[in-house]
């Protein structure tokens, strides 16, 4: 389906629609030809009090930034009091502070979701982004530099974060910059994407000031990780010093620049034993020797009482952008799994599962 059969069918359901709310409205579209409608659909969904709003275009890869697809104007009197979840990914705002306008006029958000924006600078420069709405629970904020203002965030306890700024070259600059905006200590699940380790990892070989940057409650971590060729990916394990009841870790590797071949070296000699991390999932695991496999081992290494390893093997029906793995690539995973079921590299203890037909 093109966008314009997709809009011509939108149009006929909104016609129709004769009730006084609708619980969500939601466009996932790649490729978009023309603006008007979702201008249209969003006075719409407003009037109707909706409750869900997810404006989608392009793709949510975590390794495809890509550009914004569309432009859209939000208008100053548009009420979103009824609004719970609000996504917007990859749209170009034709005034930014419409963005701060709207934010302030949903209360009763609960999942907030900000992701590739664009014009929220250059012509329209909105400097501070500022959210109103303590009752949120999930907020997903990635891809862009302006600076933050929040609220109390009493309820907040799952964190997807992925700023890009090149101010952020250690680990502790991140914590620092989250400790800033958001009450972190109370999350209970975090996501970080990490484009460039060199940028936004600890260069040095130094610990994390746990005190200063707890996450006292944290149960599950995920790190979604793009590796460049001779980028450094292992001091991110300093941040497991800062959960001590953390218990599934998940590491989610991106390929869509290319598979590469080795990383730096980093000195993991101040790296204390875990104790409490009892599942591992690795995903769109390739085992290159010098790359995930090293990742793999290191982690295996300082998890003491880890339970069950889930290895998910590299798929390229991902999406379209995945590069395409060799014979040779394959028989490489098929390898690599094979030597992970050792007993000299995986103890007897524990338990190794893989996904995907392996």
């Known amino acids: 389906m093109n966008w314009s059969q997709l809009a011509t069918r939108i149009n006929h359901i909104m ?12 466009v996932d579209f790649g490729k978009v030809d023309s603006v008007e409608d979702i201008d249209h659909w969003i006075e719409f969904a407003a009037k109707k009090r909706v409750k869900k709003l997810q404006l989608i275009f392009g793709s949510t890869r975590i390794g495809n930034p890509g550009r914004c697809f569309m432009t859209i104007q939000l208008r100053a009197n548009l009420n979103f009091e009824s609004l719970k979840v609000l996504w917007l990914v990859k749209v170009n705002l034709r005034e930014g502070a419409a963005l701060n306008h709207m934010l302030s006029s949903t209360p009763n958000l609960e999942e907030l979701c900000l992701r590739d924006l664009d014009g ?33 965030l ?20 991140l914590m620092a910059h989250l400790c800033r905006i958001l009450p972190i200590f109370q999350l209970k699940e975090l996501t970080l994407d990490l484009w460039d380790m060199g940028e936004c990892a600890c260069k040095q070989p130094c610990q994390l000031d746990v005190k200063q940057f707890g996450l006292p409650k944290l149960d599950f971590l995920r790190l979604a990780i793009v590796a460049s060729e001779g980028d450094e990916m292992i001091s991110w394990m300093y941040l497991l010093e800062a959960a001590p009841v953390l218990h ?32 591992v999932k690795m995903v769109q695991f390739v085992g290159l020797t010098s790359v995930d496999f090293e990742i793999a081992k290191t982690v295996i290494k300082y998890l003491e009482s880890l339970e069950k390893l889930i290895i998910v093997p590299y798929s390229e029906a991902e999406g379209p952008e995945m590069p395409i793995l060799t014979a040779e690539m394959k028989k490489q995973i098929e390898d690599n799994i094979a030597q992970l079921r050792e007993k000299e590299f995986l103890p007897s203890t524990v338990e190794l599962v893989i996904e995907r037909g392996f």
């Open 120 to 152: 929220l600078s250059g012509e329209h420069l909105l400097n501070k982004l500022e959210i109103f709405a303590t009752s949120i629970e999930e907020f997903r904020l990635i891809g862009f530099e302006v600076d933050i203002k929040i609220k109390e």
């Open 248 to 279: 599934t870790l998940e590491i989610y590797f991106c390929w869509e620049s290319g598979f590469i071949q080795r990383l730096a070296t980093f000195d993991m000699h101040r790296m204390q034993p875990n104790r409490c991390i009892k599942v």
């Open 154 to 173: 009493h309820q907040l306890y799952n964190l997807r974060f992925g700023d890009r700024r090149d101010g952020l070259e250690t680990l502790s600059d």
């Open 15 to 26: 016609k129709l629609h004769r009730g006084m709310s609708i619980e969500g409205f939601t």
